[in-house]
């Protein structure tokens, strides 16, 4: 499976961004996408997840009620709209497959993602 983040950029506090992933080759065998992002100096940490069958969404708390996560089947690809962005959320947002395993257990753990894209870089400024 193949993954191509894009859509980041600069935004100010307050404003949106919808991101996109873009997967390709083998994803009838994936069971979830997910997004997360990485700040300078810090850990990467879950943002949202959808499992391909049946559209299950998972977020983070600190993104709850300004993020939404959707996917397109047809076109294989998985959308982030962020919205009512703030300045912590300025990272490098990576997009990431699961084709192992299932549950939401794994889905917010990027441990158990096995495929992963390049990353796209979002800044907020106040």
């Not at 997910?34 to 943002?47: D, M, N, S």
């Not at 969404?57 to 993020?67: H, I």
């Amino acid at each position: 499976v193949q993954l191509q983040a894009s859509g980041g950029g600069l935004v100010q506090a307050g404003g949106s961004l919808r991101l996109s992933c873009a997967a390709s080759g083998r994803t009838f065998s994936t069971y979830a996408m997910g997004w997360f992002r990485q700040a300078p100096g810090k850990e990467r940490e879950f943002v949202a997840a959808i499992t391909w069958s049946g559209g299950m969404t998972y977020f983070a708390d600190s993104v709850k009620g300004r993020f939404t996560i959707s996917g397109d089947n047809a076109k294989n690809t998985v959308y982030l709209q962020m919205n009512s962005l703030k300045p912590e959320d300025t990272a490098v947002y990576l997009c990431a497959a699961d084709s192992v395993h299932s549950g939401s257990y794994y889905y917010t753990r990027p441990l158990y993602y096995d495929y992963w894209g390049q990353g796209t870089e979002v800044t907020v400024s106040s």
